[in-house]
């Protein structure tokens, strides 16, 4: 039988309750083009998960304080994947990665990556306070990952004491038909249908 981490998460271990939006965006270089418009889109008070790797860090330093101002004035929830103490100094309101790499310093929103129960255990240490689980549908960031599919995803879902949200292959009908309240996704904000993301939400 899978094992539940819910009975295993450290005692030391602060609260866990922060506001986790439904709907996140998530940055890449494909669909930077259309992120303004996405955020502008989006409902109000969704998510917004920075990433940018293609970029130099003083241009990925500088396009992340264009979108964060756009996505404030939103009211979304902006998070950057990278330490929690340079996401701190950036003015993120939150932190992306994986259980390593989220799992110290300052107290703040922390979104931790995973693919297993085994990395569902590891995101509970490190203090997560929601887990982007993945891929569950076939994803053009990694066409060769084999995925969760619908049973896989809910089972998986099913032992975290966390919010789960759905990565890969997502937009609004399939978290919908998933049963996904929260879901995430970067091609589906990378072309004209982000102008409908507050209809199909």
């Known amino acids: 039988m899978a094992?539940?981490?819910s009975d295993s998460m450290p005692k030391s271990q602060p609260s866990l309750h922060m506001h986790v939006p439904d709907v996140w965006i998530v940055s890449d270089a494909r669909n930077d083009a259309a992120l303004e418009t996405a955020l502008h889109s989006a409902p109000r008070g969704s998510g917004f998960i920075f990433r940018h790797y293609h970029l130099p860090q003083n241009e990925r330093r500088a396009r992340f304080a264009i979108l964060q101002r756009v996505a404030k004035a939103r009211g979304h929830t902006v998070v950057l994947s990278a330490s929690p103490g340079e996401a701190?100094?950036?003015g993120a309101d939150g932190v992306y990665g994986s259980?390593?790499?989220i799992g110290s310093g300052p107290a703040m929103l922390r979104l931790a990556t995973a693919h297993s129960l085994d990395?569902?255990?590891q995101a509970l240490s490190a203090r997560a306070n929601?887990?982007?689980l993945s891929p569950v549908f076939p994803t053009r960031t990694h066409p060769d990952a084999k995925t969760l599919g619908n049973i896989r995803f809910?089972?998986?879902a099913r032992h975290a004491p966390l919010p789960i949200i759905a990565l890969g292959g997502m937009n609004a009908s399939r978290a919908k038909r998933l049963g996904a309240r929260k879901w995430a996704a970067?091609?589906?904000f990378s072309d004209k249908a982000t102008r409908r993301i507050s209809k199909d939400s």
């Open 130 to 132: 929601a887990i982007l």
């Open 154 to 156: 809910r089972l998986l």
């Open 99 to 101: 259980p390593a790499q």
């Open 3 to 5: 094992r539940c981490y």
């Open 88 to 90: 701190r100094n950036w």
């Open 119 to 121: 990395e569902i255990g």
């Open 186 to 188: 970067i091609d589906s």
